[in-house]
Nanobody, 124 residues
């Protein structure tokens, strides 16, 4: 069973960097496509980035292209989100999610398993 736990969030100044991690204690996520999403106060949860289980295809939201990098280490059952050049508008709770289907997806409703989220706050 997939059990996702995010870590690495925190408070950072604008222009700074953070690296989020998403570990699967169930040790099965290596065969799942993985996504990162975020939800700011008063807003809907939105797509950030996604990666296939092989790592051969990656999607990014336009708002984070060139600043964020998604990667994975299947041997460690862990997915990462490197966030550089952070902006105050990146402030949100960040969630990782797993999807067991073949095609890489960007909609929240397409993901089967979710972590509890980690708070990222970017000060101006």
């Amino acid at each position: 069973q997939v059990q996702l736990v995010e870590s690495g969030g925190g408070l950072v100044q604008a222009g700074g960097s953070l690296r989020l991690s998403c570990a699967d204690s169930g040790r099965t996520v290596s065969r799942y496509n993985m996504g990162w999403f975020r939800q700011a106060p008063g807003k809907e949860r939105e797509f950030v980035a996604a990666i296939t289980w092989t790592g051969d295809r990656i999607y990014y939201a336009d708002s984070v292209k060139g600043r964020f990098t998604i990667s994975r280490d299947n041997a460690k059952n862990t997915v990462y989100l490197q966030m550089n050049s952070l902006k105050p508008e990146d402030t949100a709770v960040y969630y990782c999610a797993a999807d067991g289907r073949w095609r890489l997806r960007v909609e929240t409703g397409d993901y089967d398993y979710w972590g509890q989220g980690t708070q990222v706050t970017v000060s101006s």
